[in-house]
């Protein structure tokens, strides 16, 4: 029995082995080579030293909170009128439905509407407000990549939020709590794991996004993740790119065990 569980294990391994472990190992050997393909350690000691480099890290994790906190402010309120509602499923599907258009389409539709001859121009002109600069600015990207990632913060607090037994929120009531006092002593601390899934799945994608800043944000928003195309594809500056590509999971990594699950330690003493 425990050969057959074993065998199942088998393509897990594999695919965490070749698509998880070796791309890493490869990032952080590649981070130790310069340009000329000599070991060295002037990558990270020109990434620490380079105001340049130390603004877009700034930038990368700023922008990626702004997206954040965004994103919870409209998702949380959208997942919890959800589970309010007769036909939750159904408008779950059409939150959903959008991520499965490519992202590069997505992209591109925003380009067609923000643009000065796109539809969003259009409309401002017929009111009289007239035409504006809308795309290539820190509105616009933020708004697109709020839209993008909406649904993955909906899905765990609405999870979470159907998983919260209706017994504690009557019982907050019968007491009487109010309102605001059952939401912020009762629904919100019982749902707060939902809302750590939710950052982790949009901060941390945030953190690298470079096509989005490029299309939509133009040269006004410089990420990390720009900065890694542009070794990897323009310069041909493989290490640096690797070096920026290390930061990047390392701060990933950090960002997941801040916001990720404690479990108290005294309650397995207590289950003894």
């Known amino acids: 029995m425990r050969q057959n569980k074993a065998f199942y294990y088998i393509p897990y391994g594999l695919w965490i082995g070749l698509f998880v472990i070796a791309p890493v190992v490869l990032i952080v050997y590649q981070s130790f080579f310069n340009i000329s393909g000599h070991a060295t350690l002037s990558n990270y000691a020109d990434y620490f030293h380079s105001g340049v480099y130390l603004k877009m890290t700034f930038n990368s994790?700023?922008?990626?909170?702004?997206?954040?906190?965004?994103?919870?402010?409209?998702?949380?309120?959208?997942?919890?009128?959800?589970?309010?509602?007769?036909?939750?499923?159904?408008?779950?599907?059409?939150?959903?439905?959008?991520?499965?258009?490519?992202?590069?389409?997505?992209?591109?539709?925003?380009?067609?509407?923000?643009?000065?001859?796109?539809?969003?121009?259009?409309?401002l002109t017929f009111i009289g407000i007239g035409p504006k600069q809308l795309l290539f600015t820190d509105a616009s990207f933020l708004f697109v990549a709020t839209y993008i990632e909406i649904p993955f913060m909906i899905l765990p607090i609405y999870n979470a939020i159907?998983?919260?037994?209706?017994?504690?929120?009557?019982?907050?009531?019968?007491?009487?709590?109010?309102?605001?006092?059952?939401?912020?002593?009762?629904?919100?601390?019982?749902?707060?794991?939902?809302?750590?899934?939710?950052?982790?799945?949009?901060?941390?994608?945030?953190?690298?996004?470079?096509?989005?800043?490029?299309?939509?944000?133009?040269?006004?928003?410089?990420?990390?993740?720009?900065?890694?195309?542009?070794?990897?594809?323009?310069?041909?500056?493989?290490?640096?790119?690797?070096t920026i590509g290390v930061i990047l999971i390392v701060a990933m990594v950090i960002t997941m065990l801040v916001t990720g699950e404690r479990k108290p330690r005294g309650r397995s003493r207590h289950a003894k």
Not at 70 to 75: F, G, Y
């Open 61 to 123: 994790v700023w922008y990626a909170f702004l997206i954040t906190v965004i994103t919870l402010a409209i998702s949380y309120p959208t997942a919890y009128l959800l589970n309010q509602l007769k036909h939750k499923q159904l408008w779950l599907l059409l939150i959903i439905l959008p991520t499965w258009i490519n992202l590069l389409l997505k992209t591109y539709a925003f380009i067609g509407l923000l643009s000065r001859s796109g539809s969003v121009d259009d409309f």
């Open 162 to 242: 159907a998983q919260l037994s209706p017994s504690y929120v009557n019982a907050s009531r019968d007491l009487g709590a109010s309102g605001w006092q059952t939401f912020s002593r009762v629904i919100f601390p019982l749902t707060l794991d939902g809302v750590k899934a939710g950052v982790q799945s949009v901060f941390i994608p945030s953190l690298s996004l470079f096509m989005i800043t490029r299309l939509i944000g133009g040269n006004r928003v410089i990420t990390l993740g720009t900065a890694i195309e542009q070794h990897f594809l323009v310069t041909q500056n493989w290490g640096m790119g690797s």
